[in-house]
Structures are given as C-alpha cells and as structure tokens.
C-alpha cells in the first residue's frame, strides 16, 4: 500500500517524461537522469539500488529537494528511521513549504523513535497550515494527543524492572506468547525454530510449535515440546490455557478444516496426554481472521481477536460463552459480541484475567505511547467495562506492546520482548505496580478420589458465589488421576461442591472476605463416599440465624443439592443430624440442635420429599468434631450433617 502512494506521488508532482526535467526543481540533467534511474529501480522492487541512485543524484545537485523527499520515503519503507528523518530534514532546509506533507511524515518519523517533544512540534507546525488533507489533520491531531500524553507518562513513571526467566525458558531462538496456570506451576509459550545450514543460521523455514517448562522451588526447569500432536510441521501460536491446563486454545493457520485463513482450535490435556486439536467451529471462527484467543480461568469465556466485517474497526476483540461440551468433544459457544472497548483502528492480544473481571489488551486507537499500547479495562457486577487505562510508561514505549499476562495473584506480568540485543525475543516477568493489579484471586487445588480405594474419580467441580447464586467456576476433575484446580476471586463468600455418579456430593464453605487469604493458597484432596448405609456428610453451607433454627436465604443452593440426590435416588432414605458447640447449657443445645435438623426435614418436605424417608435428631454438643476451645473450632462444631439410613 505505501509502495504503490509512492509511485502515485512520484508520477503526479514530479512525472517520468522524457522532458520531466522541467517538472523538477533542479535542471542538472546528470541527477535527473539518477532519479529516474531510482523510480525505475523502486518500480522493480529494488529499494537498496533505488537508493543508491537517489545518493548519486543529490550528490550532484545538493538541492534536488524530489529526490531528499523520494529517499526518505524509501527509507520510510525499509525502516531506517533515523536515515529517514536525516533525508526529511535535508528537504527541509533546502524549501520547508515544497510539500507541506513532509512535516506530517517527519513528526510521524521522530514519534516512531520516541522523539516526542519533536514529533509535538512538527504536528504542531503541520497544522498551522491550510493546504492539508482532512485525513492528515485527523490523524495529526490524535498522534498530537500522544506525544503529549507520552511526555507526561515519561515525567511520571510507573515502577517496571523486568527480569528474564532464563535459559531454560528462553533460547537462541524467539520466544513469546507465554501463558500460565494459576499456580504459576506450568508455563506455555510460542517458539519460533529457524532451520540451520552450516553453521550459519538460514531462515528457509520458520517454525512456530508450542513448548512447555515447569517452575520447581521457584526455579523453571528446562523447557520441552508440548506435544508431538498439537505441533505439527506447520505453525501454531497464540495458545491460552485455562487456570488448571486442562484446556489450551490457539491459532493454527491454512488448516484443511479451517473456516479461513486463521482459525482457534484446542485440545484438552488429560494426565500429561494432549488431544488432537478440535477446530472450535462456528459461530467463533468464520471467513475472516480469527486468532489470538484468551480462556478464562473455567474455560466458559473466550475473548479473541477477528477482522470480521461486522466489527467497530480493522482488529476487533470479540467475547463468547460456552453453551455446552457435546459427547464428541465439540463445543457449542454463543454469537460472538462485539467489546465496546474496540476503536475504529486495532485493538489485538486480549488476556483475560482469573478473576474474570480484568482485561489486558494491545491498542494502535486509543492515546498512547506510539504504535500499540498495553491498556487495561474492568467488568463491574453489571457486565459494563470500565474506561482503556493505559499501563504507563516504561511498560508501554514508542516500540509496540503486544501480549501481557498477569499470574492469578495480581502482582506479577509475563511478556515478551527483545530488549536483550543479539538475543531475539525472550520472555521476562515483572512486579505489577500496585495501582495496576486485579483484583487478587486465589486457588484451590488437589485430587478426588474413591474414600475407599483412593482411585482418581472423574467429579463434577462448582464454585457457586453464596451471595449471588452466581456459579462462577464449572469443571471436572481429571479422569486418570482426579486432580482439579479451582480459582477463588477475592471479596466474595464461595460454595464449593463435588458431584459423582453413585457418590454422596461434597461441599465447603470459603470466605474470602479477609484481605490476608486473598492469596493464600489450598491443597485439599477430595474423598467421596459411595452411597452406603452409615455414611454421612457433613452440609457445611446450611446457615441458622444466632439462637434460631430459621434457615437463612444463602442455605438454598446446599439443600437443593440435597433434594436433587433423594429425588435422584428414590430407595434412599437419611437422617438429618443437628450439633451444636458447648456454648449454653445441654438443654438448650439439644433443643436448638433438634429443632435445626427438623427445620432441614421441612424444608425437604415442602420441596416433595416423602416424610417416610427422612428422620432428624439434634445431639447438641455431644458430637463435637474439633475443639471448642477456638472460635474457629466451635464454628466447625455447629454443623448440620445427614447420615444414610436405607439406599435399597
């Protein structure tokens, strides 16, 4: 595109006639002859020969002003900045006025070195004058507001020291596109192979395949390939994994099974075994370009990056839910939505952090520092994203930030960059400042097992907010070893429940209203007991007001999974069980405890339960099952538990 406005301009201000010499501004005919020498070899695709002529023809004629302007152009192009800015201000001083452009282009050229109170004078200087095109103006007036905006962010800087995770991450080649667990235990990224010929590095096939490195005692240990089935002889890239690394979506490009050119596929790991790729399907992946996905932390919300015609701008960043996982592996997701976060230019690499709220995404449309920028936006309980925040400088440079993640935590970032010279691109971490991190989430994790045999069993995991009946997280242990990992956002009241087939359900209660378990991590293995008479569990999120037996609001969800497993099984018949600390005299215990466990078998009743298969008792304090001598104890001791008494 910016070739083929060069040629236009070329032919239009200065011609390529036989008598062209007096279209020019010079009359030497030996550096006119160069010129044209130059547009015929920049005609040709040969910009290093066309420079070469451009040299020549304005060392013999110094104020060959078309020909100062055609090299910078053509230094534009190749990318030589500085050499272009040199070329720039050499038609300056020869006319400033000869083509009022040049001092658009040249505030464009210093702000792509991060040059900005230069680049802010030359915009200025630009749009003082009349003879300007509309679209120059505009973009003008924005990379004005960015210059100024860059000034003040340089003035102000936000805390950034960067640390690279070393040579067992990192290697001789690229590296980028990190991705990470919740536990910061499993790292996946992007490698770029190069082939080699003799010593000497030979980019005749550039190779894109996933590699995997895991941190032990803080320290991660040499990276491997992924997978011999996910990386193929062709490229894969962009992947995101959700918060346990059981599932990981990617682009994979020019596939037979595409939809277009780039399409998301993913693949779900069990044990250490990968799946073969399944390609997502519609309505996610289209015609168009789709790539650069971001899993949430359950994997019920991807966030991805499409050209599509119905966007807002070129790149777009699109959000959809997942509907259901069919029998064969395939998923069914919803209409993609448009973000209102995007603009009218490229917004690209979203990452969705684990609490699901907070949203890092790359911007070339919104006021930054040059190029693209990392900028950060909030889901509030309403679903409204809050205002792009630009992270700050030195996060964000003249250079372009593309791709940041952040660990579950909130206080620490992984990205990519080259700044290691000689080293190519190398993934480094950072401390987020403060006033930039997400809401803090923290983590549990562990195995389900059979209570009897200690065999892994494939459960059903829920993490429901008790205040909003919300589920926030839906996931199933691992079939070959029955581990899970479940993300806790902080500032909410969780239930936390296991389901199997043929099995008595689990529940817990966490409260992660305390600021120091934010990120106070768990290990808690799961044991589930078969449906046998004796077994009994304990109903840990069923809630009596002080000295009541009225059962709170926030108790439904614990006892609709009680009344789903007696309708499920209709042979089953339980006691409810009451206990209380030994606060208050024996008495008063075993009629408060009593009339709880009755309060339970109501309940049940007016859902449709048969009152022939429940039964209740209250033990007061008699049943303690952790000291009373602690508040933490005496709050495990008031508990309401129900036993299985009949199941045939």
């Known amino acids: 595109m910016y070739r083929s406005v060069i040629l236009f301009l070329c032919c239009l201000l200065f011609g390529f006639t036989s008598n062209a010499q007096k279209k020019y501004s010079i009359k030497s005919k030996r550096a006119i002859k160069n010129y044209e020498l130059a547009s015929e070899a920049y005609r040709q695709m040969d910009n290093s020969k066309a420079l070469k002529y451009l040299d020549v023809a304005i060392e013999q004629s110094p104020d060959f002003i078309e020909a100062w302007l055609f090299k910078a152009d053509v230094l534009h192009e190749t990318g030589k900045t500085e050499s272009e800015i040199e070329a720039y201000l050499g038609a300056i001083n020869i006319d400033a006025n000869f083509f009022p452009n040049v001092h658009f282009n040249l505030g464009n050229a210093y702000l792509k070195i991060g040059e900005y109170q230069k680049a802010l004078t030359k915009y200025e200087e630009f749009l003082s004058l009349s003879n300007s095109s509309d679209r120059n103006r505009r973009l003008a007036e924005k990379r004005l507001e960015s210059c100024r905006f860059a000034i003040k962010s340089m003035a102000n800087p936000v805390d950034f020291k960067p640390v690279n995770l070393g040579d067992n991450v990192n290697s001789e080649f690229d590296e980028y596109w990190p991705s990470l667990t919740a536990d910061e235990e499993l790292l996946v990224f992007t490698r770029l192979l190069t082939e080699k010929k003799e010593g000497t590095e030979v980019k005749i096939k550039r190779q894109e395949d996933f590699y995997v490195s895991h941190q032990e005692d803080s320290l991660w240990m040499p990276s491997e390939p992924l997978s011999l089935v996910i990386n193929t002889e062709k490229n894969e890239g962009a992947q995101s994994i959700t918060a346990d690394g059981k599932y990981m979506y990617f682009t994979a490009c020019n596939r037979t099974n595409g939809y277009g050119r780039c399409d998301i596929y993913y693949s779900v790991r069990e044990g250490d075994v990968w799946s073969a790729p399944i390609n997502v399907g519609k309505p996610i992946n289209s015609k168009a370009w789709e790539a650069q996905p971001s899993i949430s932390a359950d994997g019920r919300e991807l966030y991805f990056v499409s050209n599509r015609k119905s966007g807002k701008g070129k790149m777009d960043i699109w959000h959809s839910r997942l509907i259901e996982t069919l029998k064969d592996g395939k998923q069914r997701w919803t209409q993609p939505t448009n973000l209102p976060i995007n603009t009218a230019d490229n917004e690209m690499s979203p990452f969705i952090h684990a609490g699901n709220r907070y949203l890092v995404f790359s911007s070339d449309g919104l006021t930054g520092m040059g190029g693209y920028d990392l900028f950060k936006t909030e889901r509030d309980k309403d679903g409204k ?111 936390f429940s296991a389901e199997a087939g043929d099995y008595l359900f689990y529940s817990k209660h966490f409260e992660m209203l305390d600021d120091k378990k934010k990120s106070n991590p768990q290990q808690l293995d799961i044991f589930l007991d078969k449906i046998e008479k004796g077994k009994e569990i304990v109903l840990r999120n069923v809630f009596f007001d002080i000295d009541s037996w009225d059962i709170l609001s926030k108790s439904e969800i614990e006892l609709t999974r009680l009344y789903d497993l007696l309708a499920a099984y209709p042979k089953l018949k339980i006691e409810i069980a009451g206990h209380t600390d030994n606060t208050g005299t024996e008495d008063y215990n075993l009629n408060l405890s009593n009339n709880r466990a009755k309060a339970v078998c109501d309940y049940l009743i007016s859902k449709g339960i048969e009152a022939k298969r429940l039964s209740f008792k209250g033990y007061g304090a008699s049943h303690p099952i952790a000291a009373n001598e602690t508040e933490e104890g005496r709050s495990l001791n008031r508990r309401t538990e129900f036993k299985v008494v009949e199941n045939q």
């Open 385 to 495: 994203w809050s205002e792009p925040k630009n992270l700050g400088y030195p996060i964000n440079t003249f250079n372009d930030e593309i791709g940041l993640i952040i660990n579950a935590k909130g206080d620490k970032a992984y990205f990519s960059s080259d700044r290691l010279k000689g080293k190519g691109k190398d993934i480094f971490s950072f401390e987020m400042p403060v006033d930039l991190q997400p809401q803090s989430v923290s983590w549990l994790k562990g195995n389900v097992l059979d209570a009897k045999s200690k065999s892994p069993v494939l459960a059903s995991l829920l993490l429901i907010d008790l205040m909003s009946n919300d589920t926030i997280i839906q996931i199933k242990s691992d079939r070959t070893d029955g581990s899970y990992l479940v993300c806790l956002p902080s500032d909410r009241e969780y239930i």
